[in-house]
């Protein structure tokens, strides 16, 4: 402003004004087109996902009762029911939980709050978010290597478990790190500003101001372990459990196992397939109460700066 | 100004900067500043924006160096301790000199969390000594009245002054001996304003104060001694009257004026 003096003249724009609004008649059309073209892709994917949900309902029906919940598993459809299989993936649950959340939110503790800005750890941030997107057969092979035959632990729950924790850690710490990254730092640099070490800033200001996000996350993570077949498959979990497990070094049977199974077993028992579907909606139960929990923790305990 | 040369008058004083240079990267920002900070006195440091005041009181808690690109040279003197020292633990030197924000930074706990929150750190757990500390640093920050019946309340919920008011408690409950404020009023209106300036006039009765503010006016109503800065350099340090009435630099003379900044 002060030093334009010369070139500050008013000049006439090259366009009259009528043709603008010549072109608001056609940016309003266009952007009702753009609404009904964003609201038919949203139909179709509710299409395919009310379809699914009707035939396994409707499979599931007559099928998905007490007894189907309470009773052992069997050769025979209609005295099967899937009492060690929940407990196989709550047991599962036992060892992936507080394996991931220890290592899981200890790296992003470290990766945010103490290591420095160096080359080293932005390759170990790319990393883990690559992690995050490998199949999770590989971790299954990574699994059945390390867990199964160097550690000896065969097809055990706790194979299985830190197999789990392994696939889903990548997705706890960077959830972690996003939600630590998320605390302002003026309240970090209050804590300092007093006295106080990294470790007590860590513990008194940034984990309870990121805990929300941390275990909304966590819980996420949680919800992909519980519904993952492909790496227990890969470890080895036997076809049929007759015994119920009771320790973490017990062979087991986990719900979406067990629905893999008896998929494929249709061919030979039709009634198979009406237990496979009665076992998703368990499955499937299961995953809405968690993602549940997740969104009332966020609700709860959202913290607004 | 030598410090040194005179004993006696070295046991006033509380800092002792020497040659003090400062690089954020490539850019410096601070450019052998020497000057120092006698005890008992507001010391007001003005001058326009990113001239490096602010900075320059960040050093003196070494909170500077939360950056990672900050490098420095020359020494600061905190009671003839050298603090870029190795054996200077910052954890005593920050408890020691206390800082408070140009935004109030209260935590999202309540109004008595907050005030503890230094004293807990240092490891008093008695409920009785913590609440007693807690009394006597809002009393203090002239905000005891006010929240005595709200201790338990989120510290949120009160209002911006109080809020800073309250930040001031926080740090005057780890009976800091400097206390460092970095444009404590520039969010704040002007009741508020007001009601800081009369508890830095209170507090200095008891503490070090150095204050960096974009008021003049302020500087002026608050300061005993007034350092003007300019792209990272001591310009003028003098009697607060001395540099308002008759400035000695011709810059500080177009600054005060209003003639830039």
Not at chain 1, 146 to 155: I, W
Not at chain 1, 194 to 200: E, Q, S
Not at chain 2, 72 to 82: D, K, L, R
Not at chain 2, 225 to 230: E, G, P
Request: glycine share 8%.
């Amino acid at each position: 402003m002060a030093n334009g003096s010369g070139s500050g003249k008013y000049e006439k724009l090259a366009i009259e004004a009528p043709s603008f609004q010549k072109r608001t008649k056609r940016r309003i059309l266009l952007d009702k087109v753009a609404g009904k073209l964003f609201s038919l892709s949203i139909f179709f994917a509710l299409a395919v996902l009310c379809i699914l949900l009707y035939q396994i309902v409707s499979k599931s029906i007559g099928w998905l009762d007490f007894k189907f919940l309470t009773g052992n598993l069997s050769m025979d459809p209609y005295k099967a029911g899937i009492r060690g299989v929940i407990i196989g993936s709550v047991l599962l649950m036992v060892v992936v939980i507080p394996v991931t959340l220890l290592l899981g939110v200890s790296t992003a503790i470290y990766l945010e709050e103490y290591a420095g800005k160096s080359r080293l750890r932005s390759i170990i941030n790319t990393n883990i978010s690559n992690l995050a997107s490998v199949p999770s057969v590989i971790f299954g092979l990574l699994g059945l290597t390390v867990f199964g035959r160097l550690f000896n632990l065969g097809s055990s729950i706790l194979a299985g478990g830190l197999t789990l924790s392994l696939l889903v850690l990548p997705i706890v710490v960077v959830a972690s790190q996003e939600a630590i990254r998320a605390v302002p730092g003026f309240l970090r640099d209050a804590s300092y500003a007093i006295g106080a070490t990294k470790w007590t800033t860590v513990k008194k200001v940034v984990l309870p101001a990121s805990l929300p996000g941390i275990l909304t996350g966590s819980i996420l993570a949680m919800s992909r372990a519980i519904g993952e077949t492909a790496p227990l498959v890969v470890l080895g979990i036997p076809t049929l459990i007759l015994r119920i497990p009771n320790g973490l070094l017990d062979d087991f049977t986990a719900l979406p196992i067990q629905i893999y199974y008896w998929t494929l077993d249709t061919v030979l028992t039709a009634e198979y397939a009406n237990l496979a579907a009665a076992t998703i909606v368990v499955l499937l139960v299961l995953l809405f109460l968690m993602n549940s929990a997740a969104i009332i923790i966020r609700n709860k305990f959202q913290k607004r700066y | 100004m030598t410090s040194k040369a005179n004993d006696e008058r070295k046991s006033d004083i509380v800092y002792d900067v020497d040659n003090l240079n400062l690089w954020y990267g490539n850019d410096q920002a601070l450019r052998d500043v020497t000057l120092d900070i006698k005890r008992n006195e507001v010391t007001a440091i003005i001058g326009p924006s990113g001239c490096g005041k602010s900075t320059f009181i960040k050093t003196l808690n070494r909170m500077v160096e939360l950056i990672p690109i900050v490098r420095t040279s020359g020494e600061i003197y905190y009671h003839g301790n050298n603090i870029f020292e190795k054996t200077t633990r910052v954890e005593d030197l920050r408890t020691k000199v206390g800082m408070v924000f140009q935004k109030p930074n209260p935590f999202p706990k309540s109004v008595f969390e907050n005030v503890v929150y230094g004293p807990r750190i240092h490891g008093i757990k008695s409920r009785k000594v913590l609440e007693e500390i807690a009394e006597i640093s809002l009393k203090r920050a002239a905000l005891w009245d006010e929240v005595k019946d709200r201790l338990h309340d989120n510290a949120y919920g009160l209002s911006g002054g109080q809020q800073q008011r309250l930040c001031i408690a926080r740090v005057l409950a780890v009976e800091p001996e400097v206390v460092l404020m970095d444009e404590p009023t520039s969010a704040l209106d002007p009741i508020s304003t007001l009601k800081i300036e009369d508890l830095i006039h209170e507090l200095k009765q008891t503490y070090t104060i150095i204050i960096v503010t974009h008021n003049m006016q302020q500087a002026g109503r608050i300061s005993e001694k007034t350092a003007f800065f300019l792209n990272g350099e001591v310009i003028e340090y003098d009697r607060t009257e001395m540099i308002f009435s008759t400035p000695k630099d011709k810059r500080t003379e177009d600054y005060i004026t209003g003639r830039f900044g």
